[in-house]
């Protein structure tokens, strides 16, 4: 049931990760929280007054404003910071050698006699917090890209971005697949092979009582081709807004049913199978998590400047 915010006390908000309740929190609590790993920005949010829920990074700067020092403190202190394997790890490391050439620094003029003030450089508290929290974001990512994901790097532009090791070698059993980039952009892709041609444009999903819809892609964005045995591919690029909410939605699904309509000329009606679900579930996570490191490094760079 959710709880009434009382007149004078600070509003508690219900949240939620997946449609599974993980608490009732203060926003003083929350920063807290989220520092220290136990919530995530992308995790739903909900109180009283608000006409649905939304996601607590849409409170992030009432939620920024709020957190309470001890609870700062106490995230310093959690525990020795991790190196990843990637080429951004590689980044983490030179940020965090850099804050520790600047420590030195500031130590060194402190101790000189004329010195009389401390240094621009020294590091809050909040910076500290942020730091272990882009390590600690950074180390999720490593494993979980280790454990289930193909990263991959297109040579012309640079960009970096990752597809699930499900979706390696096994042709027409899953015709949607999501792909997400380094900044936790996600984007949807379909596949069918058959005898005859469907000329899909458009994905819409049933699941529960809803449905989402991509928009209606140019045919620039869909390839064709006939193979051997007269057999038939189709694949479509569905880039668009809607691609991370859809795949946000499907992933909050993933324990019901859900059926996707290939739409075109001959529509087709496909249900997602479990293995599909999954590998839908963990892509989102991992774009989380992306989105929440270029976060990171935005906020730990821009104090650097």
């Known amino acids: 049931m959710r709880g009434m915010t009382q007149p004078g006390q600070d509003p508690r908000y219900e949240v939620a990760r997946k449609g599974n309740p993980v608490g009732v929190h203060t926003l003083g609590e929350i920063a807290g929280l989220i520092a220290a790993g136990t919530l995530l920005w992308s995790d739903d949010s909900w109180t009283e007054g608000m006409e649905s829920w939304g996601k607590l990074s849409d409170l992030k700067d009432q939620i920024d404003a709020a957190i309470p020092n001890e609870a700062i403190e106490e995230e310093s202190s959690n525990g020795p910071l991790y190196l990843g394997i ?113 000329f899909h444009n458009q994905l819409r999903f049933e699941f529960a009582t809803q449905t989402a819809e991509t928009r209606v892609i140019p045919a620039y964005k869909a390839a064709r081709d006939i193979g051997e045995n007269n057999q038939l591919t189709e694949s479509c690029h569905f880039i668009g807004e809607e691609d991370e909410k859809i795949v946000m939605r499907l992933a909050l699904a993933s324990a019901t049913p859900i059926k996707m309509q290939m739409l075109g000329r001959k529509p087709t009606e496909k249900p997602l199978s479990f293995e599909t679900k999954e590998a839908i579930k963990e892509s989102h996570t991992l774009a989380e998590l992306l989105t929440k490191r270029h976060r990171l490094l935005e906020d730990v760079t821009s104090t650097t400047l």
């Open 86 to 198: 990637t080429v951004t790890t590689l980044l983490v490391a030179g940020l965090v050698a850099f804050f520790a050439l600047s420590g030195e620094k500031d130590d060194s003029d402190a101790a000189s006699p004329a010195a009389s003030t401390a240094s621009p450089r020294t590091l809050t508290d909040r910076q500290k917090a942020r730091r272990l929290s882009l390590s600690e974001t950074q180390q999720q990512i490593t494993e979980l890209v280790a454990a289930s994901f193909v990263e991959s790097k297109d040579e012309t532009s640079g960009r970096i971005s990752y597809v699930h090791r499900y979706y390696v070698n096994i042709g027409n059993r899953i015709p949607l697949r999501v792909y997400v980039d380094s900044t936790g952009k996600r984007y949807l892709y379909t596949y069918y092979l058959g005898k005859t041609w469907i």
